[in-house]
């Protein structure tokens, strides 16, 4: 069966029930969206405070492909695999994005027999969370072009507006646009652009927050633009927007309780993408899974270049949260890929292409295991046409390099299929102290920031940008220098270049713009011709994606 036909004829508990036979959490806790879906209340969220943490597994992956790697197939697996163990576990995910699921992914919630249910609904607006962050971006949009029609009087420079528009689909035609056109009753001429709404700040902002307070602060604290000076920034709590964007927001900041195939709780809340933002779920859904279970196993976006470096350098070292260990997911597809072989050629056994691709898998490894300082665990996500041969070599040159490699059938089989992978991680979690490391320090320069990235972890000889990019990132050094940074970039290779396969060394990492989220607090550099606004491919998912006249949604992945 596909994914889709999986999860639909997969038996559901409801999950008022679930929560409460799981983790004791009674009903009047929670606000159902149905039968299988509900939101976590921030009060009961708030009782766990004294509750001690359990203990954080992070699954990140190898470099992109477009054979896929399975990250979040392997976080499901993984948690199902530890249930089976009878180690109380949960998973947290990243809520899926329409832009993609209509354009490449056609879904983001796993596959095989390890999943998150309801599929189609997580993949199809879920419980409205990225609308409702969609509308409160929105909104200060309108409320900037209002003001500047009834005169305005903060004086804010039309050219230097910082705030775009956003909608969650992929879109390439609204990357540039002119507003206003029309006549005065329209407004302003001026240009304008448009985000995916995964790109926002205000989902940055969501998925950072640690209370209704602290999120409408942080949305205050948005800088829209710059006055006529070019100097003074303008932001949000000027036009008085934040007390509207948090009444808009008021239920997305609540977590999203769902469950895998196996009947286990898992918590989907956020979803900012690891290319062009920080690619995370929200700290209120991961803390307070590590409060009611013993051990929580989450994900970040693409490969640990992009999602494991922000989940550390942004969300560790805002929350304060620390992985005890790392799951790095490769398949033998994967490294036949960065070795040279099309997509096409993929499933036939080619050892020399995985030999020459594993210089991708080894550098992630070692970015894991000597810059961060965590134990990683490597993960053969198993695909039924990998040969003896191939799984052989990999792990052979997983042993040269002090690697431990686990295959693991959890796509084909649940968790069950993961049950050497899980006792393995089990036995790190419980058995040794982490250590942790920092790429770079708070009191690093912006710049310096950057370069530390993309020297230590991208393979990167050095780091340019045109001069009125440095003198901004001079000018936010005085009040802004403590922020991490945000490199938004390709996720297809280490450098700028999304051809470039394999473990590419000795490149430049360009930055052709940066961005100040004063909300998020974080800076964010775009490199290279990263886009903030994706567009579709040529043969879009959605050309597939249909429903029959019984409801019945197919075309899904």
């Not at 939101?39 to 359990?54: C, E, F, N, T, V």
């Not at 249930?83 to 796993?110: D, Q, V, W, Y």
């Given at each position: 069966m596909s994914d889709i036909e999986i999860?639909?004829?997969?038996?559901?508990?409801?999950?008022?029930?679930?929560?409460?036979?799981?983790?004791?959490?009674?009903?009047?806790?929670?606000?159902?969206?149905?039968?299988?879906?509900?939101?976590?209340?921030?009060?009961?969220?708030?009782?766990?405070?004294?509750?001690?943490?359990?203990?954080?597994?992070?699954?990140?992956?190898?470099?992109?492909?477009?054979?896929?790697?399975?990250?979040?197939t392997t976080t499901v697996g993984l948690t199902d695999a530890?249930?089976?163990?009878?180690?109380?576990?949960?998973?947290?995910?990243?809520?899926?994005?329409?832009?993609?699921?209509?354009?490449?992914?056609?879904?983001?919630?796993?596959?095989?027999?390890?999943?998150?249910?309801?599929?189609?609904?997580?993949?199809?607006?879920?419980?409205?969370?990225?609308?409702?962050?969609?509308?409160?971006?929105?909104?200060?949009?309108?409320?900037?072009?209002?003001?500047?029609?009834?005169?305005?009087?903060?004086?804010?420079?039309?050219?230097?507006?910082?705030?775009?528009?956003?909608?969650?689909?992929?879109?390439?035609?609204?990357?540039?646009?002119t507003v206003g056109m029309g006549g005065p009753l329209n407004g302003f001429v001026r240009s304008d652009g448009y985000d995916i709404v995964v790109a926002s700040e205000v989902m940055a902002i969501l998925c950072?927050?640690?209370?209704?307070?602290?999120?409408?602060?942080?949305?205050g604290r948005i800088i829209i633009g710059y006055k006529n000076d070019g100097t003074t920034p303008i932001i949000a709590s000027d036009l008085k927007a934040q007390g509207a964007m948090a009444v808009l927001l008021k239920d997305a900041i609540k977590p999203n309780l769902v469950q895998t195939l196996e009947n286990n709780i898992a918590l989907i809340h956020g979803g900012p993408f690891a290319n062009i933002a920080h690619g995370c779920n929200t700290v209120t859904a991961t803390k307070t899974a590590l409060k009611i279970a013993d051990y929580t196993v989450t994900e970040a976006g693409f490969g640990a270049d992009l999602g494991a470096e922000k989940f550390i350098n942004i969300k560790c070292r805002k929350s304060g949260i620390t992985p005890s260990a790392v799951v790095l997911v490769a398949t033998l597809r994967a490294l036949k890929f960065h070795g040279g072989i099309d997509k096409g050629n993929l499933n036939n056994e080619n050892l020399e292409a995985v030999k020459q691709g594993f210089e991708n898998l080894e550098r992630h490894y070692n970015n894991v295991t000597k810059q961060y300082g965590l134990p990683c665990v490597i993960c053969i996500n198993h695909f039924t046409f990998d040969t003896e041969e191939e799984i052989q070599l990999l792990q052979d040159l997983c042993q040269h390099i002090g690697a431990q490699c686990i295959v693991s059938k959890h796509w084909a089989q649940g968790g069950g299929g993961a049950l050497q992978l899980a006792e393995k991680i089990v036995d790190i979690v419980d058995n040794r102290k982490p250590s942790f490391n920092y790429v770079y320090d708070n009191e690093d320069s912006l710049w310096d920031k950057i370069t530390a990235i993309a020297t230590k972890l991208y393979g990167a000889s050095e780091v340019t940008a045109p001069l009125k990019i440095r003198q901004q990132i001079s000018r936010w050094e005085q009040d802004y220098g403590s922020f991490p940074v945000c490199i938004a970039k390709t996720q297809m290779s280490f450098s700028t270049d999304p051809t470039a396969k394999g473990a590419p060394s000795g490149h430049t990492l360009e930055i052709r713009e940066v961005r100040l989220a004063n909300g998020a607090e974080f800076m964010v550099a775009i490199a290279g011709n990263m886009m903030t606004m994706p567009g579709l491919p040529k043969t879009p998912a959605a050309e597939r994606i249909d429903i029959e006249d019984d409801g019945t949604i197919t075309g899904l992945f």
């Open positions: 999860a639909q004829h997969a038996s559901k508990k409801p999950i008022l029930a679930l929560a409460k036979e799981q983790y004791d959490i009674d009903s009047e806790h929670l606000d159902p969206f149905g039968h299988y879906k509900a939101k976590l209340s921030l009060d009961y969220i708030d009782s766990l405070a004294d509750r001690p943490d359990g203990k954080l597994i992070l699954v990140t992956a190898i470099s992109p492909t477009p054979a896929g790697e399975g990250k979040t530890m249930n089976r163990l009878g180690k109380k576990t949960i998973c947290c995910l990243r809520e899926p994005s329409l832009g993609p699921c209509f354009g490449i992914k056609g879904g983001a919630t796993g596959g095989g027999y390890s999943q998150v249910i309801p599929m189609e609904d997580i993949n199809l607006h879920f419980t409205g969370d990225f609308h409702a962050i969609g509308v409160a971006h929105n909104l200060l949009s309108a409320l900037i072009d209002n003001h500047i029609h009834h005169g305005n009087a903060l004086a804010i420079d039309t050219r230097r507006i910082q705030w775009k528009r956003v909608v969650d689909m992929n879109d390439r035609a609204l990357r540039n646009i950072l927050a640690t209370s209704r307070a602290d999120l409408k602060e942080r949305l």
